[in-house]
């Protein structure tokens, strides 16, 4: 990492090539704005601590955002950070329920949105089916391993309904002690 000590009377402070000179500089976004420019116009929010990355890169150009190259940094707003988790997390469906012959919603898919899940739970869940991976995964990294892995289990609705019905039935769940 470059770095140039600047000195401003008796104060002296570490210059680093993200362009902060000391840590808290780096954390408050107070007089920053967000570096995108969506659909033509520059954002005028204040910049969160979510950076742009190349790893969202795609989600922000389906939503028509591009990096302002003139911003000295690279720090988005929470509105813009929402919006691409958003587009993330969305799976688009292969067949809808009109093609399947649902009626009224009879039948739902539900969606499990790993990236919610804290990292020692997708670790977790790793180690207990033996996944195998790279070390050192992101927690999305994680959270998409997890989730193609989820998807890929094969799951007999009538014994695992009927297992679910005889635990309830047969097992106490009280949340207080009886003494």
Same mark, same amino acid.
């Given at each position: 990492?470059? +770095?140039?000590?600047?000195? +401003?009377? +008796?104060?002296?402070?570490?210059? +680093?090539?993200?362009? %902060?000179?000391?840590?808290? !500089?780096?954390?408050?976004?107070?007089?920053?704005? #967000? #570096?995108?420019?969506?659909?033509?116009?520059? #954002? *005028?929010?204040?910049?969160?601590?979510?950076?742009?990355?190349?790893?969202?890169?795609?989600?922000?150009? /389906?939503?028509?955002?591009?990096?302002?190259?003139?911003?000295?940094?690279i720090y988005i707003c929470d509105y813009h950070k929402t919006q691409i988790q958003n587009i993330r997390t969305k799976r688009k469906r292969k067949d809808s329920e009109d093609d399947l012959g649902f009626q009224d919603g009879i039948e739902e898919l539900v969606e499990?949105?790993?990236?919610?899940?804290?990292?020692?739970?997708?670790?977790?869940? /790793?180690?207990?089916?033996?996944?195998?991976?790279?070390?050192?995964?992101?927690?999305?990294?994680?959270?998409?391993?997890?989730?193609?892995?989820?998807?890929?289990?094969?799951?007999?609705?009538?014994?695992?309904? *009927?297992? %679910?019905?005889?635990?309830? /039935?047969? /097992?106490? %769940?009280?949340?207080? !002690? &009886? &003494?």
């Amino acid at each position: 990492m470059q +770095s140039t000590a600047l000195s +401003s009377g +008796s104060k002296t402070s570490t210059m +680093s090539t993200n362009g %902060f000179s000391t840590e808290d !500089d780096s954390r408050s976004g107070h007089d920053q704005v #967000c #570096c995108l420019i969506d659909s033509g116009e520059k #954002c *005028q929010r204040q910049a969160g601590n979510a950076s742009y990355s190349k790893r969202i890169q795609n989600q922000a150009r /389906k939503l028509k955002l591009t990096r302002d190259e003139l911003s000295p940094h690279i720090y988005i707003c929470d509105y813009h950070k929402t919006q691409i988790q958003n587009i993330r997390t969305k799976r688009k469906r292969k067949d809808s329920e009109d093609d399947l012959g649902f009626q009224d919603g009879i039948e739902e898919l539900v969606e499990i949105d790993f990236y919610q899940m804290p990292v020692n739970t997708l670790r977790r869940y /790793k180690r207990h089916f033996k996944l195998s991976t790279r070390p050192g995964l992101s927690k999305a990294q994680l959270a998409d391993a997890v989730a193609t892995h989820f998807k890929t289990i094969p799951v007999v609705e009538k014994e695992t309904l *009927q297992m %679910f019905f005889y635990t309830t /039935k047969t /097992k106490r %769940f009280d949340s207080k !002690d &009886t &003494t």
